[in-house]
Every structure is written in structure tokens, then in C-alpha cells.
């Protein structure tokens, strides 16, 4: 059989916000003693998050590139910051609101610093429930019938990796985007460069995907890369990542693009569907509710469960 680079989206595909971001932002306000409501908070958040999205695009990786900018850890801070400040704007106008000019609006460094490691942990996030018997069935699978490699492909900064691990998804230290060497500023800055400089110094450190059986191989971010999904370029990258990692365990290494098969599982149908499809990929659709079942094109490959996957794939 052909070796097959199974790739999945994260959020919302592997795992899902605990509780209502909004609702999450007003829990760590309240243990500063900052009263805000998760109502005030929703359109606070998705007017921030928009705006820093346009004026920062990709968690400001260009001006991070050029030492402008600290990349996702100062976007969030921006995100978080701005998110307080417009609710909190508009809730001082309240009878009830103990703000009544700005210097009393000022977040907490501490504030910034909870909200940034509950977002990248199980204090924020939740596996799906079929995610822990997929990976199980998958790396039973791996072990017996085919060579496979998984990688987790997203729209995301550097923490998708420490979320995953978090919710005990086990990953091996096989992360890499299109930069290669290049350490971008991020939440996992020191992590990489930890795993670059041993592999340097020892060539062939990498792990073997068949060897380690993690239940991922490698996690792939637009920060990383550098193009967001449905961008081709995240998917060419995807496929030369597994790759090297094939390389490294010792394999054919004369497999070209036509070798592989090639599939994509993600919730979002223009960045995950079209955009693997529209790069010669196989997607599935992934619609974890009827609503989102309903609207997907006729003739969308769609599932309801990463189980019915293993379906497809004559896994079970």
C-alpha cells in the first residue's frame, strides 16, 4: 500500500474551547476583582481579535521576522488588552460600574499571563470525545497494516503543539515550517530552539514516526509557514515534511508527490476542504453537528466523528 499523510485541523476538529471564550475572559477578570460580563465581553473580543487579524495578519509574522514585533505572544497580549478595554468602555457607562477614566481600566500583567496559559492548556480547551479513541485505533492501525504519517495542519501560533500535549495527545519534537532553522518569536521559542540545536549536534536525533508512535508526527501552524489554509503553500509543506521524517526512519526515500496518498480532515469547509482539494489532496469534511451536515455542498466527502474515518479508511 502506498504510504498515506493523514493531516487534521485543530481547533474545533481536535479539540474545542472548555467553556465560551467570553466566559473564560470574565472568569480570570473576576479573580482580579475586575467585574465584566461574558455578555460585554463577545463583541469586545471578536472586534479586537478582527482588527489585530487585518493590522497583524498571521500574528504579526512579518514584523516579527524583521524584530518589529514579539510575534503571537504580543498579538494575544494586543488581542487581550484591547478586548478588556472596549468592554470595559462600554460597561463604565453603567450606573452599577466602578470605572470612570481610563487609568482605571489598565489590565493586570497577572491577568495577561493567566489568559495566556489557560489558552494554551486544558484550563482552556477540551478533546472531542472521539479523538482519544481515534488516535488509539489509528496507532494500532500504524503498528500492523500500513506506514502512515499524522500531522495536525492549522491556522494557529506555536501553542497548538502544548494544548495537544496538554489534553494528552502525545506529539513527537517534529515541528517545522517553511523556515526551517529560522526561530521565530513565539510561545515556543525556547522549546525549538532546545530541539534544533540537539539535532544539529546530533544528526539523526529525529525520532522514526514508526518507531516513536506518537499519535502525532508533526504540528504545522501558518505561523510556522508563514501562509494560512486554504493557501497551497501550507499543504506543499505539509507533504515535504512527511517527507524528511520518512527519510529519517530509515525508508524509500525515492517517494515523490504521486507516492503518497494524501487526505485532510478539517471542520471548516473553504480552508480545510477546498483548500486540500484544491491542492490535489482528498479532504473530508468534518460536520461535528446536523446544521453544519446540512450545508455542505452535494458531493462533499463529510463525516460526523474522526471514527467514521477509520471507516473510510478500512481501519475498522
Not at 493590522?55 to 487581550?80: K, M, T
Request: proline fraction near 5%; charge should be negative.
Amino acid at each position: 500500500m502506498r504510504p498515506l499523510l493523514l493531516t487534521l485541523d485543530a481547533f474545533n476538529t481536535l479539540f474545542h474551547p472548555r467553556h465560551p471564550i467570553p466566559t473564560q475572559y470574565a472568569s480570570s477578570a473576576s479573580a482580579f476583582n475586575i467585574p465584566i460580563s461574558s455578555s460585554a465581553l463577545q463583541p469586545a473580543f471578536r472586534a479586537s481579535f478582527k482588527a489585530l487579524s487585518a493590522s497583524h495578519p498571521n500574528y504579526g509574522r512579518d514584523l516579527a521576522l524583521r524584530g518589529q514585533y514579539a510575534g503571537p505572544r504580543q498579538w494575544w497580549e494586543d488581542v487581550i488588552r484591547s478586548s478588556f478595554a472596549r468592554a470595559l468602555a462600554e460597561s463604565k457607562s453603567k450606573s452599577n460600574s466602578k470605572y470612570h477614566n481610563s487609568s482605571e481600566m489598565e489590565v493586570p500583567d497577572a491577568l495577561i499571563e493567566d489568559l495566556l496559559e489557560r489558552f494554551a492548556s486544558a484550563r482552556g480547551y477540551k478533546l472531542y470525545e472521539d479523538v482519544g479513541p481515534f488516535f488509539r485505533e489509528l496507532r494500532a492501525c500504524r503498528e500492523e497494516r500500513r506506514r502512515v504519517v499524522i500531522g495536525v495542519v492549522s491556522n494557529s501560533d506555536d501553542r497548538i503543539s502544548s494544548v495537544l500535549e496538554s489534553l494528552g495527545v502525545s506529539i513527537d519534537d517534529a515541528r517545522a515550517g517553511e523556515t526551517g532553522h529560522k526561530l521565530l518569536p513565539g510561545f515556543e521559542e525556547q522549546r525549538e530552539k532546545t530541539i534544533y540545536e540537539h539535532r544539529n549536534a546530533s544528526p539523526g536525533a529525529g525520532s522514526s514516526p514508526l518507531q516513536a508512535q506518537k499519535d502525532v508526527d508533526f504540528v504545522l501552524t501558518s505561523y510556522q509557514v508563514g501562509a494560512e489554509k486554504p493557501d497551497r503553500l501550507i499543504w506543499d509543506v505539509a507533504l515535504r515534511k512527511a517527507q524528511s521524517l520518512d527519510n529519517v526512519s530509515g525508508f524509500d526515500a525515492g517517494d515523490t508527490e504521486g507516492g503518497w496518498e494524501r487526505i485532510h480532515v478539517g471542520d471548516d469547509y473553504g480552508k480545510d476542504y477546498r483548500g486540500a482539494t484544491d491542492a490535489g489532496w482528498k479532504a473530508y469534511y468534518l460536520a461535528r453537528d446536523d446544521e453544519a451536515a446540512a450545508k455542505a455542498p452535494e458531493g462533499t466527502r463529510t463525516i460526523t466523528s474522526l471514527l467514521d474515518l477509520l471507516l473510510e479508511l478500512e481501519y475498522k
